[in-house]
């Protein structure tokens, strides 16, 4: 099966996994609730258990208007190997894959399985031609608002060729995303002088310097993240998933730090009262559900991964990020730069 | 010159470089000030510009009475490159360094040029002969108290052998300087699963399981290093480097974002001074300075890494650190894992 340009047969804005995640299929339901609202225009194929979906849909009658369900008997279970996952041909997951694939849906959005996701979408979805392999990106806050970074883990090991290619979706996908004009780039390493890292970063940074239309600022350090001192961080996926897990760790330590502050006595807690307002907006800014959706990029269409655990209001995020996608016409972005790419001299090793 | 055994010869606990880092040298003597008050038995061998030095010391009474001055004519500036730095041999980094190699101080203790610091350390010193590479550690806080990471960025490049050897270095470094009698180690991977990340992780995991006296937890990921699921917290230089400066920086990002809320508003002003105890705790328990201090492992002899920028309260804690180690005799501790482990099967690639 080859998927259609942009545009053809397409029914539906989204198709949706809804049997992935620990609390499928209602969180999923709850979120397209939610969506909704935020996309009255848009359409959902929502793959899986026809008869509880559609009892579930009887009580979401704002996500009722904009889904067309289709059943699938199988569910592809959290801890099942990629491998195994392949196999089952009738799981929602998949089902909801081959209607991208097939072009009745620009996009897929899954909280299942994220190796069973990303290896099926790889084999029925495929990786685009100009792209060696697909990569794993996510949005994190930093100072300066969100930032883009990838790989965060779909390739442990990569070379220089796969930076630039990281680069490249990078920068398409914060155009789409981000809505950012000209999104700066920058490639993570552990100094930011010309002369630091191994022969792969100092490659990557070679091409990307002199790649026209992007905006590349150079090396950036792992501090230079949550500083945002570029809108795009780009990395291989060891060290990308290491960072982006260990800036969420930090993160959530100062939460929990602060919670027990605030229950440490009387005062404390009569001061958290008092500065409840601006704290609430810290909360809500550094909420782990907004920055929910993990994109896989470089295939023929988009596909996007919610955090197994998260919510109602996480799964609308993540469908926003895959709406925002479709809506700028994100995979064709990304076959512009690389015809650009194409066509100047690329550092291969 | 080759480095005498443990406890020849030697006059001083430690050399210092009383000229590196942007505040020397007043903020070394005054960090020598503050460390002569914990630290009433020690011995300072302090290299620098004698008349300054000597003058600074007659307002420093308790530091004067340890500290023993020697001229150097040089210092070794921020912005050198190492291999520049390893021509003088009359710079106060090298004096000091050089006192270690020649047995009369155990430990040195630098805030100036890191790179210049591994460098001349290496040269000067010499690596451990049981080791192939040595590595660059810090303590960094968690939610279960202090985590050693290594590497930190000595080696981008590291194999099986290099991370095996870090995880022995990381264990003798945490007995002496965070006083555990059975370090639990973790190895920074993209996932806990044995099969996750490349061949290098899976090796050295593979080694460091079957090692007799490590606590080997297995793999850990980004949000165990603020977790605090290991004692200590064992990668390569590249990703070691990215993920302490992430997690750095997340840190600092919550800490900005803090005085933002409660500078907010008067309300919020006011809340801040009702929970300012419990909030003070928590900001000397996250104090940089506390962390202050890398250590460069592996030597035939200490050497400790004081940040540039820090002030006496964080070059005091340098020189904790380096006691700590001096004090527990941290060469020998790790002379005895390595030839523990030479007894047993190495894997190497």
């Keep these: 099966m080859t998927a259609p340009a942009d545009g053809n047969l397409r029914r539906f804005s989204l198709a949706v996994d809804a049997m992935g995640g620990d609390n499928a299929p209602e969180a999923v339901l709850d979120g397209l609730e939610l969506a909704a609202e935020r996309h009255p225009g848009a359409s959902f194929l929502v793959v899986g258990d026809e008869a509880r979906l559609s009892a579930l849909l009887a009580t979401r009658p704002r996500a009722a208007r904009l889904c067309v369900l289709r059943h699938a008997p199988q569910a592809v279970p959290g801890d099942m190997k990629p491998t195994q996952a392949l196999r089952i041909r009738d799981s929602s997951m998949r089902i909801a894959i081959d209607a991208v694939a097939q072009g009745e849906a620009a996009a897929v959005v899954s909280s299942g399985n994220t190796g069973a996701l990303m290896a099926l979408a790889k084999i029925v979805i495929k990786t685009m031609p100009e792209i060696s392999r697909p990569a794993l990106a996510a949005i994190t806050p930093s100072a300066r608002g969100d930032v883009v970074m990838l790989d965060l883990g779909a390739n442990v090991q990569c070379d220089a060729r796969n930076l630039i290619e990281f680069a490249i979706m990078g920068d398409a996908f914060a155009r789409a995303v981000l809505g950012l004009p000209a999104p700066t780039l920058g490639l993570l390493n552990v100094g930011s002088e010309e002369l630091k890292g191994d022969d792969r970063v100092r490659e990557a940074a070679e091409t990307l310097r002199a790649q026209p239309g992007l905006a590349f600022h150079g090396f950036v350090e792992g501090h230079d993240i949550a500083a945002g001192t570029v809108d795009v961080v780009v990395t291989d996926g060891f060290t990308g998933n290491v960072a982006l897990k260990t800036g969420e760790g930090a993160l959530k330590l100062m939460r929990d730090l602060l ?91």
Tied chains: 1, 2.
């Excluded at 601006?278 to 559900?289: F, S, T, V």
């Excluded at 799964?315 to 990020?321: E, G, I, L, Q």
């Design 259 to 349: 919670r027990q502050v605030f229950t440490s006595s009387i005062p404390a807690r009569a001061g958290y009262l008092l500065a409840r307002p601006a704290l609430e907006r810290l909360r809500e800014w550094m909420d782990p559900r907004r920055y929910n959706g993990a994109i896989l990029l470089g295939l023929n269409g988009v596909v996007v991964k919610s955090h197994g655990g998260t919510d109602a209001t996480g799964f609308a995020h993540a469908v926003d990020v895959a709406m925002d996608m479709v809506t700028h016409g994100f995979t064709q972005t990304i076959r512009d730069s690389l015809s650009r790419l194409a066509a100047s001299p690329v550092t291969q090793d």
